[in-house]
């Protein structure tokens, strides 16, 4: 049984074992070598470009989370708004209401006492035309001769009077 | 009252004058009125004196443009503006 193989052979295969390696060095590995390393590079590459897009992604969520808050934000102002403009012409229309209402109460008051006023003088005047009526009556009745002529004669005093 | 000497109603010198009674006046007192009238017109009067029973007692005495109401009729009518209560108002 021969298990070590000769020496000469021994020397041949380590001498064919590293002229084989010296080859494949100078001529297969560089390519090898070099594919591989594009490959990382690729998939270097096609990672941070994962990344990069899962980031902008991320980014645009924030910006939409956010557009999307703002916009929230904005329509609660508006209704905020819309609500106190509501609120603030019910006011005016009450306000200007009750003092149209104040107004024409005020006008109808003045006409109810003009109205009053006027009756009361009208009322007055009939009294008095009545009562001068009645009086003159009474005079023209109760008037004697005697009478007319004192009457007379105290107009012709007043005339007397007079410088 | 001031009653001015009148020259409206002059004729010849003479100053007309007009007396309204409700009755027919006396001569006594249509001289004494007379001579009222000349004292104050200061030349001769003539007096002219008619009858209305409207203004009911008194009498209106008119020289010129000058008028001396004192007729029953007229202090009735001050009377009565008194209680209408128009010269208060007016």
Redesign the interface.
């Known amino acids: 049984l021969k298990l070590m193989p000769e020496v000469n052979q021994l020397i041949y295969s380590t001498v064919a074992f590293f002229v084989l390696l010296f080859v494949l060095a100078k001529y297969a590995f560089p390519p090898i070598v070099g594919m591989m390393e594009k490959r990382e590079n690729t998939i270097r590459e096609s990672l941070e470009k994962a990344d990069e897009t899962r980031r902008e992604a991320e980014k645009l969520l924030e910006d939409y989370k956010k557009q999307l808050a703002e916009a929230r934000n904005e329509a609660q102002q508006i209704i905020e708004r819309a609500k106190k403009q509501t609120a603030e012409t019910r006011k005016e229309i009450v306000s200007k209401a009750e003092q149209e209402a104040k107004r024409i109460i005020a006008q109808a008051e003045e006409e109810i006492e003009s109205n009053k006023q006027k009756s009361f003088?009208e009322l007055?005047?009939a009294?008095?035309?009545l009562?001068?009526m009645a009086?003159?009556k009474v005079?023209?009745k109760s008037?004697n001769?005697e009478?007319?002529?004192r009457?007379?004669?105290?107009?012709?005093a007043?005339?007397?009077h007079?410088? | 009252?001031?009653?001015d000497p009148v020259t409206e109603n002059v004729s010849n010198d003479r100053v007309v004058a007009g007396v309204v009674?409700?009755?027919p006046?006396?001569e006594a007192?249509a001289e004494?009125?007379q001579a009222?009238?000349v004292r104050?017109a200061g030349k001769p009067v003539l007096l002219k004196s008619s009858v209305d029973?409207s203004i009911?007692?008194?009498?209106i005495?008119r020289m010129g443009d000058k008028v001396?109401d004192?007729s029953?009729?007229h202090k009735?009518?001050e009377?009565?503006k008194r209680?209408?209560?128009?010269e208060d108002?007016r």
């Open positions: 003088v007055h005047d009294v008095a035309d009562a001068i009086a003159s005079i023209s008037l001769k009478d007319h002529l009457l007379v004669e105290e107009c012709i007043e005339v007397k007079i410088q | 009252m001031k009653l009674t409700a009755v006046l006396t007192l004494k009125l009222e009238l104050l029973e009911l007692g008194g009498a005495v001396i004192g029953i009729r009735l009518e009377l009565r209680l209408s209560g128009l108002e």
